[in-house]
């Protein structure tokens, strides 16, 4: 693979890095308000799953950042991306119209989201990578 293709992963991985770390450090910041959104979905122990999905997020936007455990990260923020398009975003008619588009603008996100991790997964995250450092990446 070439020079240019490995920074233009590189670029891809800050990309998809972003929305995750600043996710997890905001749920971070304001436990109370993720606990309240996790709570109105049913889920039991909001306040205890409000800080495990900040901290998930943000150690997982982290390490697709430097490209550490890619291929484990990559699946695992897939199916977070499902699992968060199904539980909190996929019952459209729950409020006002703008809410239920929202909703669905959320669920194509997600949607595509995990599809992009799924790509990083299975094609790894490019020799500009603590992956590709540890000898945990072939780089083709």
Same mark, same amino acid.
């Given at each position: 693979?070439?020079?240019?293709?490995?920074?233009i992963i590189l670029v891809a991985r800050v990309l998809l890095s972003f929305m995750f770390i600043?996710?997890?450090?905001?749920?971070?910041?304001?436990?109370?308000?993720?606990?309240?959104?996790? @709570?109105g979905a049913g889920l039991p122990a909001s306040t205890a799953l409000a800080y495990f999905a900040g901290?998930?997020?943000?150690? *997982? !936007?982290?390490?697709v950042l430097v490209g550490f455990q890619t291929k484990i990260v990559g699946w695992l923020l897939a199916g977070f991306c499902i699992f968060t398009?199904?539980?909190?975003?996929?019952?459209? @008619?729950?409020?006002?119209e703008l809410v239920n588009i929202l909703n669905q603008i959320m669920v194509?996100?997600?949607?595509?989201? *995990? !599809?992009?991790?799924?790509?990083?997964?299975?094609?790894?995250?490019?020799?500009?990578s603590l992956d590709a450092r540890r000898g945990a990446?072939?780089?083709a």
């Open positions: 693979m070439s020079n240019t293709n490995n920074a600043l996710a997890g450090f905001g749920k971070l910041a304001d436990a109370a308000g993720t606990a309240g959104m996790i @709570a901290a998930f997020e943000l150690v *997982a !936007g982290l390490a398009a199904i539980l909190f975003h996929l019952p459209y @008619a729950s409020g006002t194509m996100k997600n949607v595509t989201l *995990a !599809g992009a991790y799924i790509f990083l997964a299975t094609f790894g995250p490019g020799i500009y990446y072939a780089a």
